[in-house]
């Protein structure tokens, strides 16, 4: 069966500093990869999706970063973390779409930035 | 903007079923209907999906009406465990014109089931 992994779980980081979050799936391959943050209290907003190695699309213009060296690994990264970039951090996969695609969530990473 | 609309909140008692009510009145034909449910502090889990057809699996059965603009989510004998919030997704499939990855949670309803 498949199954996703984050990590760290939780993460406290000072403002300007660097982030790495990172995200693995197991038992599938070539799956869609997504990067998702949910801001305490609101909804998922989408931040990166990867159909395939290096290819990376970006959903919203901000300082973070997303690359998927591997086919099943998939990182978000930030040079210098800002305050607003506090959120819950949520990766997702997907098998190649068609009809009825569905994303599997996982545990996510609870990131605050002081 | 989610596209659906669901009441904020809603009561169970433990042991009984769950119905939760989702109005998506724009849905489109190609549209499918999502469920996900989403405990304190976990990711998001799906539950169920479905086109047109009523659906059901080992978690729970989802009912469109015939026009298709409007589904409920019914769990059939609510635990404690399934306190969560629920949200309910309309979104086209990618080989459809559908919008890549962005699954686009509204507030959803948070279902608390209690003894």
């Known amino acids: 069966s498949q199954t996703i992994h984050q990590w760290p779980a939780t993460l406290v980081q000072p403002v300007g500093s660097p982030l790495s979050l990172e995200c693995t799936v197991e038992?599938?391959?070539?799956?869609?990869l997504y990067w998702y943050r949910q801001a305490a209290g609101r909804g998922l907003q989408l931040l990166f999706y990867?159909?395939?190695?290096?290819?990376i699309s970006s959903e919203v213009p901000q300082n973070l970063s997303a690359s998927r060296p591997q086919d099943r690994q998939f990182i978000l990264s930030s040079k210098k973390l800002l305050l607003s970039d506090s959120g819950f951090y949520l990766c997702?996969?997907?098998?190649?779409?068609?009809?009825?695609?569905?994303?599997?969530f996982g545990p996510g990473t609870r990131l605050l930035v002081l | 903007d989610a596209k659906t609309t669901q009441p904020p909140s809603m009561d169970c008692a433990e042991g009984r079923a769950a119905n939760l009510p989702c109005n998506h009145s724009?849905?489109?034909?190609?549209?499918?209907v999502y469920w996900y449910r989403q405990i304190h502090s976990q990711g998001p889990q799906y539950i169920i999906h479905?086109?047109?057809n009523n659906e059901t699996n080992e978690m729970a059965s989802l009912i469109i009406t015939e026009d298709r603009k409007s589904s409920t989510l019914i769990l059939p004998h609510a635990t404690l465990r399934d306190t969560a919030v629920y949200y309910c997704?309309?979104?086209?499939?990618?080989?459809?014109?559908?919008?890549?990855?962005?699954?686009?949670f509204g507030k959803g309803t948070k279902l608390s089931v209690k003894p």
């Open positions: 038992g599938t391959s070539n799956p869609n």
């Open positions: 724009t849905i489109s034909g190609n549209e499918y």
């Open positions: 997704i309309v979104r086209a499939p990618l080989n459809y014109g559908g919008s890549q990855g962005n699954l686009i």
């Open positions: 479905g086109l047109k």
């Open positions: 997702a996969w997907s098998v190649i779409p068609g009809a009825g695609e569905t994303q599997y």
């Open positions: 990867s159909v395939g190695i290096g290819q």
